[in-house]
């Protein structure tokens, strides 16, 4: 049995093994970066270490409106911690292995690992490892809408 955590992104429904998960905090005010990267929104402060929050929504290539108090930033952990913005109706679920679909090769991509059905939606499983303030693909349209 694996545990995902979901939310939303846009109109997308997303999810992340919560093994990857370092713990999701209400969002704050961050930090410029100097730097023009359209996948890095800012540095956030968390206890004195200086966290990247990273654009999802340029990864997945969909609009979302700018990062405001009620959403939450969601901290991933695996070579280096980073951030990405949520909004707040995110919730861990138990899927047994055999719920989790392989994508479609016709349209996966190295960052979605996974699709589930949850709710009525289509939930794609993000590889948090492949998404980087570096990374410009994007993620097919036809993956995990809702």
């Known amino acids: 049995m694996n545990e995902y955590l979901i939310f939303d ?3 997308r429904t997303l999810g ?12 704050a005010a ?3 970066t100097g730097q023009e990267n359209t996948m890095l929104e800012g540095l956030l402060n968390l206890r004195g270490q200086p966290i990247p929050v990273l654009n999802l929504t340029a990864h997945l290539g969909i609009i ?8 939450y930033l ?6 280096a911690d980073r951030a990405f913005a949520i909004r707040s109706n995110s919730d861990v679920q138990l899927v047994e292995a055999e ?4 994508p479609n090769p016709a349209i996966a991509t190295a960052k979605i690992t996974g699709l ?5 939606k289509l939930v794609s499983l993000l590889d948090p490892d492949v998404l980087s ?3 410009s693909e994007q993620i097919d349209q036809g993956q995990g809408g809702r």
């Open 74 to 79: 969601l901290i991933v952990r695996d070579h």
């Open 9 to 11: 992104v846009g109109e």
């Open 30 to 32: 961050l930090s410029a």
């Open 64 to 71: 979302q409106a700018p990062l405001c108090d009620t959403d």
């Open 133 to 135: 303030p570096h990374s």
């Open 99 to 102: 719920q989790t679909e392989r």
């Open 116 to 120: 589930i059905q949850f709710d009525s």
């Open 16 to 27: 992340i093994d919560v093994r990857h998960v370092r713990q999701v905090v209400r969002a």
